[in-house]
RNA sequence: GGCGCCGUACCCAAGCGGUAAGGGAGAGGUCUGCAAAACCUUUAUGCGGCGGUUCGAUUCCGCCCGGCGCCUCCA
């Protein structure tokens, strides 16, 4: 059975058939850039990655392209959210393509937290803006615009199946105008193609087009930089549910309006992370970045692990309860994974292709439950299954597990216990003479001194741990263990400007 | 007003016509001087309520109750 993915277009669970059998041309909505990404964002983000290594996992040469909203509104609000970040970004940097790159970079350093893969291609909107002129003038050429009150709009009216999508129906439309209708629209649905009036009094990036000076309308960026990279039709484009009714169906109409052909074939739309009072937005209140996360004590791949034991269609609440539910599921995975590992002396995990029967029998149950329109929640349970089963060797339980973990993403084959080396050798003398006497206490009976000796290291943060062979000390969990070392998730964005990776062609960006 | 989603054990969350995955938390046990850690075992005759279809429904249909999202250049 192969690949089924959820279709907004035709809302039905579908086979999943590429264009090209074994390539998949992939357009995931990218941020925009003029504040950091909050947790709910980087939900979508986790959801485009699980998609992209899926598709790896099961076979498939996949071109994943993310777009960069660097030109829009940066200009009118940048002083709500975090204002003091956003005030030292403004000061530091001197345009609003700065701060841009500045988000930019923060953003890709909480992809690389989060353990996600950075798609072959980033393109960023500011660099693309020939290509979103060209676009307009073929749907001008081919009738679909007008000019009107200073701007150039698509006419909604021209292309029939516009909204097909998200079932709206154009001739009641005016029952949903609950707000101000654009007095030079036609349709209420109409959209603007390229502004020359902008919105925002000091609009500080302009471009020369043949409509004026001025800049183009959100929707166009997605449809130009997607056709430039994966050509005119394609087999993948994702986003947030929030998208469908307008972004999307826009997109749509206004690359299917250019080419005349039919542009993508599945559409995949991730829900929301909610809060309890609500969908998590920055003028309610409640913008949690990751780093609010890390701050707290988690660590990223703990919001990783949370968002996995969800389906990526289902609304999920976020809590810190359920924070602290997946950083202690997590903590208990790594410490298993540990412990195979030292199981094997150094051996090697079983190759796939020999694994015993119960391990491999896991291993199809997690690729049918990926097949199966990505369900994380079940792989997740095949994971923990082929590690817990008795009668598995360590070597074939960590063959398998490694494997999941290609689509889970949890940084499981790079786990390392923390060497002792790294611990500063006088602390750990000190440490070990410690445990010594702790010992010959326990020996003589004495055991109102062992337990002071145990109580004093605790409060130091010192963990000690009994076992047959005598005693082991390990520091507390914040320190022990779980930060992998992200094969090709490196924090090379800290020094990359944006546009080179814009400019990099499909196929060659340094992938992990 | 229009469109859509969801209600499963103490918590998170799968399953979506054949008799309830997984994790967390709790409980019991092994080990221990006692703990901790680790490991093992265990926890829903039940899936918001009421009807209906069916040999059979958590799964399909209808109504009701409760919660949420989108229709604003929000993921």
């Not at 690389?112 to 020939?130: S, Y």
């Not at 015993?356 to 997740?380: G, M, N, Q, W, Y």
């Not at 390392?416 to 702790?438: C, G, S, W």
């Amino acid at each position: 059975m192969g690949l089924r993915l959820y279709n907004t277009l035709g809302r039905s669970l579908q086979e999943f058939e590429p264009i090209q059998p074994g390539k998949v041309g992939f357009y995931g909505c990218g941020p925009t850039v003029y504040n950091y990404a909050h947790i709910g964002n980087m939900r979508m983000y986790v959801f485009e990655d699980t998609l992209a290594r899926a598709l790896r996992y099961l076979g498939y040469e996949v071109t994943h392209v993310m777009n960069i909203t660097d030109v829009g509104h940066l200009s009118g609000d940048a002083d709500s959210g975090e204002d003091k970040m956003v005030k030292s970004a403004q000061e530091r940097h001197k345009s609003v393509l700065e701060i841009a790159r500045y988000y930019t970079d923060a953003f890709f350093a909480d992809e690389a937290k989060l353990n996600i893969l950075r798609p072959d291609v980033v393109c960023n909107a500011t660099e693309h803006v020939d290509d979103m002129i060209s676009l307009i003038r073929r749907l001008e050429a081919n009738g679909y615009t007008y000019f009107s009150g200073g701007n150039l709009y698509f006419d909604v009216s021209k292309f029939p199946s516009y909204g097909e999508m998200a079932g709206l129906k154009l001739d009641e439309l005016k029952a949903g105008a609950r707000i101000e209708v654009d007095a030079n629209k036609r349709n209420p649905y109409d959209f603007v193609l390229w502004f020359t009036k902008s919105k925002f009094e000091d609009q500080a990036l302009q471009w020369d087009s043949p409509w004026g000076r001025g800049y183009p309308g959100w929707h166009v960026e997605c449809s130009a930089m997607s056709m430039k990279y994966l050509g005119e039709q394609f087999d993948i484009h994702a986003g947030g549910i929030d998208h469908v009714a307008i972004h999307h169906t826009n997109e749509i109409a206004q690359s299917e309006g250019a080419t005349g052909k039919k542009w993508v074939n599945y559409w995949l739309h991730g829900e929301f992370l909610v809060l309890d009072k609500g969908k998590m937005s920055k003028s309610a209140g409640g913008f949690l970045t990751l780093k609010t996360l890390t701050d707290a004590g988690y660590e990223a791949l703990d919001y990783r692990y949370f968002l996995l034991g969800a389906h990526y269609r289902s609304q999920l609440q976020f809590s810190y309860d359920g924070l602290d539910s997946a950083r202690a599921s997590r903590r208990s995975l790594v410490e298993r994974v540990l412990a195979l590992r030292e199981k094997l002396h150094g051996g090697e995990p079983t190759p796939l292709a020999t694994l015993c029967p119960a391990a491999k029998a896991r291993l199809v149950a997690f690729k049918a439950a990926i097949e199966d329109d990505l369900s994380t929640p079940r792989a997740l349970a095949e994971l923990w299954g082929v590690l817990k089963e008795q009668g598995v060797s360590a070597a074939d339980a960590l063959g398998a597990a490694f494997d999941m973990d290609r689509v889970l993403g949890l940084g499981l084959e790079s786990l390392a216990r923390e060497a002792q080396a790294a611990v500063d050798p006088a602390l750990a003398a000190e440490l070990d003479a410690l445990v010594a006497e702790r010992a010959v206490a326990k020996k003589a009976k004495d055991y109102k001194r062992a337990d002071a000796i145990r109580d004093e290291l605790k409060a130091r943060g010192v963990i000690l741990e009994d076992s047959p062979a005598g005693t082991s000390w390990k520091l507390a969990p914040s320190v022990a263990g779980a930060t992998p070392s992200v094969a090709g998730a490196t924090p090379s964005v800290t020094g990359a400007t944006p546009s080179v990776a814009g400019a990099t062609p499909p196929g060659s960006a340094p992938r992990a």
